[in-house]
């Protein structure tokens, strides 16, 4: 079975402080996605990557970065936290570009106060 | 530019009935499309990946369909079972983009 994991499933932060959420998957996978999630606006992609070290901006890429220096661990980089930035965050992956499904992890709800 | 759309919002059933999930997308130039359930607070769990070859696919009690020309997938649950409550989720990856679009979903109550 494939797993994703993500480092925290509850985060509690400051506006100002800068974040970090990691992902980390077990099966290889080459492709990993950032999303969140917001009540009535659905799924929403952050950033992409396809192989280490490579990213690409998703929909919504303002105010924040990403981090993939190994294949299987890809982070999420809040520079400096909002209130707006408040959300649940969802990271995915998949084996690669083509016909294969996405697979998710448990999701980690942050609270920017 | 790619929308999705899951109808009802929400929906309450009683146990054992057969019922049927519906995501429509305005544009039919997909590459596959997936169906997933999110229980609450939780990530999404995989349930069904159709690719835009494809009629439907079928897994136990759960059958995906995919017509493409009119732009609509249908999640259909075969005898409904308390256990089935959750939020079903529907998203489409466009030809020639990475990207999946999703819907806002369904939440689905089983009252037993």
């Known amino acids: 079975d494939v797993k994703v994991t993500q480092s925290s499933r509850y985060l509690v932060k400051r506006t100002g402080e800068k974040v970090f959420l990691e992902c980390v998957q077990d099966?290889?996978?080459?492709?990993m996605f950032w999303y969140r999630q917001d009540p009535g606006l659905g799924l929403r992609l952050i950033y992409f990557s396809y192989d280490v070290k490579m990213k690409e901006k998703g929909d919504i890429p303002e105010g924040y970065s990403v981090s993939r220096e190994k294949k299987e661990r890809f982070s999420l980089i809040l520079e400096s936290a909002s209130t707006n930035q408040t959300s649940m965050y969802l990271c995915?992956?998949?084996?690669?570009?083509?016909?294969?499904?996405?697979?998710f992890g448990p999701g980690t709800r942050l609270t920017v106060t | 530019k790619q929308e999705v759309t899951q109808i009802p919002a929400a929906l309450s059933v009683p146990e054992g009935e057969n019922l049927v999930l519906n995501c429509s997308f305005t544009d039919s130039a997909i590459y596959n499309l997936q169906w997933f359930r999110q229980d609450p607070g939780k990530g999404l769990t995989s349930l069904l990946l159709i690719q835009s070859s494809q009629r439907e696919q079928t897994s136990g009690r759960l059958n995906a369909s995919l017509d493409k020309s009119s732009g609509r997938s249908t999640l259909y649950i075969a005898a409904s079972q308390p256990g089935d409550s959750a939020t079903y989720l529907c998203a489409v990856r466009g030809s020639g983009t990475y990207k999946y679009i999703f819907g806002t979903g369904t939440r689905l109550k089983v009252l037993a």
């Open positions: 099966m290889d996978h080459e492709n």
């Open positions: 995915a992956s998949s084996l690669a570009l083509g016909t294969y499904e996405q697979y």
